[in-house]
Structure formats: structure tokens, C-alpha cells
């Protein structure tokens, strides 16, 4: 912690952050932030961010304060992230903040972006106001690691999440999979799809299962984020729910020059179709990711079967894996494998993992980890 801040300050702090937290899969392409106003040891407002586009976590605080018949002058700003400074589709915090009269902001994180990183924090000083930064720094940061990624990167944040039976196998040889895990499992598996801002299958799986992709909410409403599928040659049908159902807007085909141009343009006018460069007559992964960047999508979660898991596992391409198995054995060497691809031949070469967390679902087993960068 900052050797300048104070006793409760990891108190309000940790208030702030589970704020925050609300606003977990609604706010990109922005990050999620909390914010909570103190005076005199008592709160007096709070907030976060909701949507992008929308108020930001310090503003929100501000507005729920006054709402609450309560002056913010003189007190002390909780946020979770580096007030910002800038102009962009909102006004610049920094000036509400000093408009407001807070005599103090503790900070958690500071704005991962380079060319912004403490600016918010300088401008703040050179008015009089005291700044504490490092406030349970390392739980801001994790919380917003997608975000600090694409910021810094330009590319998502990209993570292979598939469900397995304990000998590795997704399908039967002839394509059997509903259910292999239970049903605490795949209703906890819809929480990876809610945080992220895109969906994405390979075309294998469209024909096989022809998934919706979509979300369930907390009121088992239905809505979705972006949905991708790789189909190098353009073989998704026109029938698919990705293509004719009410969210197919949000549905892009990713295709090679090598696709028929009729099956192209007859995609084209159903959902969004592009024409990506090849590698080895495959959709080039890298020039995808960085196309999503560019498109803000800050946080990519991989559904694909065993050949689409593995070129992004195997390429050095994915950042950390969801893992769930079922305590079930199908066997045999045609069992489609949640892995495949042509898999590597040292053990010296072996995809190795860190920060491992298991969880029981039920009968069920969830492993999440960190791909470990050499």
C-alpha cells in the first residue's frame, strides 16, 4: 500500500472495487471502475461506471451525493482507476473532481494507457489536492486485465474456454456432446461469455451444433455480444441460427479469398463478412486479433473444438484457459479431443500454466489458469 494513506483507506477502497465490479461486461470498450465519496469518515456518495459512453465512476459518486442532499467539498474520492484527463466521449474527470471541491483522491491503479499514465494524478496535485495512488493496486489491476491489455497491446485479451470429460474428449466419434458437464457448470460457464466482448466458434462447430452463442441473463433473459466464426471457405449455412436469428447483427463470418464469391456475398446479406488474409489456407489469427482490436473488442473468448482450441493454444496466441471436466470417460480414437491440432514433439515445447485455481461445480471440476509466457 502507499506509505501515505491511511488505516480505512483499503476499507473504502475495497467498497469501490466491488462496485466496480457491476459494471463487468456492460463498459467496454472502456474499463470497469468503482468510485466511492467519504467525508469525515462517513460515505456520502457512490458509483461506477455502468456503459460506455455513460457517466464514469467518479462522476456517478458526485451525482449520488448532491442526490442525497450531501456537499462533496472537502471530502475524499475513492476510484479505482486514474481519474481520467482527457476529452472523449465524456468530459475529463479531473475538472469535475476539482469543480467539486475534494480536498483528497486515493487511487487504486494508474491509467495503464502510456501516454496518459499520471497526467490525471499531476493535474490534481498542481490544484492542491492530496493524491494517494496504490490502494490494493494488484486487485485493480487484475480486475481489469482484458482492458490494460487491449490499451497497451491493441489486440484482446484472448481466452480458450471448453468443457471435457476426464480423458479430454468434447464429442463422441459421431459428434455427440450434449451434456458431457452438468448443469451448475454450464450455467457458470455463461459468466465467461457475460465478461466478454466477443464469442467465437470455428465453422466445424456451426455445422455440428449449430450454436446460438448467445447469453442467459440473471432472469434468464437472452441477449448476445458479438459472435465470430471462422470459415476459411465459407461454409456456414444460410440457415444457421448465427445468421438468421434476431442477433444477427452481431454475427461476423471470417472467410479466405479462397471462399466462392457466392457464398460469400450470400452470407453478406444476412451478417458482416470478412475476407482475411491465409496462412496455410486458414484464416490468419494474428491479422484477426489485431482487426478485433481495432474494432474494440477488448476481450475474445474462444468456444472452438479441438482443431480452433489448438491453433490458438499452440500459436501462443491465448492468455489463459476455462477448463471444465466432467467425471466421464468416452474413449476411443475417433472421440473428437478438446485439443488437437498437430500437438508438439518435446515435451520441452509443452503449453505450461501458473496461477492455477480449481473449483467444484457439482460433480464437476473448472480449471482456470494463466498461459505462461517464455
Not at 456492460?26 to 460506455?52: F, Y
Not at 495512488?133 to 487491449?150: D, I, K, P, Q
Not at 457475460?194 to 433473459?221: E, F, M
Request: net charge positive; charged share 25%; hydrophobic share 40%.
Amino acid at each position: 500500500m502507499n506509505r501515505f494513506a491511511s488505516p480505512s483507506d483499503e476499507k473504502w477502497m475495497r467498497l469501490a472495487l466491488k462496485l466496480a465490479q457491476k459494471g463487468q461486461g456492460a463498459v467496454s470498450p472502456n474499463p470497469i471502475v468503482g468510485a466511492v465519496l467519504v467525508k469525515r469518515g462517513i460515505l456520502i456518495g457512490q458509483g461506477w461506471h455502468r456503459k460506455a459512453g455513460g457517466p464514469h465512476a467518479e462522476i456517478v459518486a458526485l451525482s449520488d451525493a448532491r442526490r442525497r442532499g450531501q456537499n462533496p467539498r472537502s471530502a475524499t474520492l475513492y476510484v479505482t482507476l486514474e481519474p481520467c484527463c482527457t476529452h472523449g466521449r465524456t468530459p475529463p474527470c479531473t475538472k469535475s473532481i476539482i469543480d467539486a471541491g475534494i480536498s483528497r483522491v486515493v487511487a487504486s491503479a494508474t491509467d495503464p494507457n502510456p501516454k496518459h499514465a499520471g497526467r490525471g494524478f499531476r493535474i490534481l496535485r498542481r490544484t492542491g489536492i492530496g493524491v494517494t495512488r496504490g490502494v490494493l493496486a494488484a486487485e485493480s489491476t487484475a480486475m481489469n486485465e482484458a482492458f490494460n491489455h487491449w490499451i497497451v497491446k491493441k489486440t484482446p485479451w484472448v481466452t480458450v474456454k471448453t468443457a471435457m470429460t476426464l480423458d479430454g474428449k468434447i464429442a463422441t466419434a459421431n459428434g455427440q456432446s450434449k451434456w458431457i458437464t452438468g448443469e451448475q457448470s454450464r450455467d457458470h460457464a455463461m459468466g465467461f461469455r457475460r465478461c466478454a466482448d466477443a464469442i467465437l466458434v470455428g465453422v466445424n462447430t456451426v455445422l455440428k451444433d449449430d450454436p446460438s452463442l448467445t447469453v442467459r441473463g440473471g432472469t434468464r433473459k437472452v441477449f448476445s455480444k458479438k459472435r465470430l466464426v471462422l470459415d476459411s471457405m465459407a461454409r456456414t449455412p444460410l440457415t444457421a441460427k448465427v445468421v438468421c436469428d434476431s442477433f444477427a447483427n452481431l454475427t461476423t463470418i471470417i472467410v479466405t479469398s479462397a471462399a466462392r464469391k457466392s457464398r460469400i456475398s450470400a452470407l453478406a446479406k444476412h451478417v458482416c463478412v470478412w475476407v482475411a488474409p491465409s496462412r496455410d489456407g486458414q484464416v490468419d489469427l494474428r491479422w484477426l486479433l489485431r482487426r478485433l482490436g481495432t474494432e474494440g473488442v477488448t476481450s475474445l473468448l474462444v468456444e472452438g473444438g479441438g482443431e480452433v482450441n489448438a491453433s490458438f493454444l499452440l500459436s501462443g496466441l491465448a492468455h489463459d484457459i476455462a477448463f471444465y471436466y466432467a467425471p466421464k470417460i468416452i474413449g476411443g480414437h475417433d472421440a473428437r479431443k478438446a485439443v488437437a491440432g498437430v500437438g508438439i514433439n518435446r515435451l520441452a515445447d509443452m503449453i505450461r500454466l501458473q496461477d492455477i485455481e480449481w473449483k467444484r461445480l457439482g460433480s464437476d471440476l473448472l480449471l482456470t489458469a494463466r498461459i505462461r509466457k517464455v
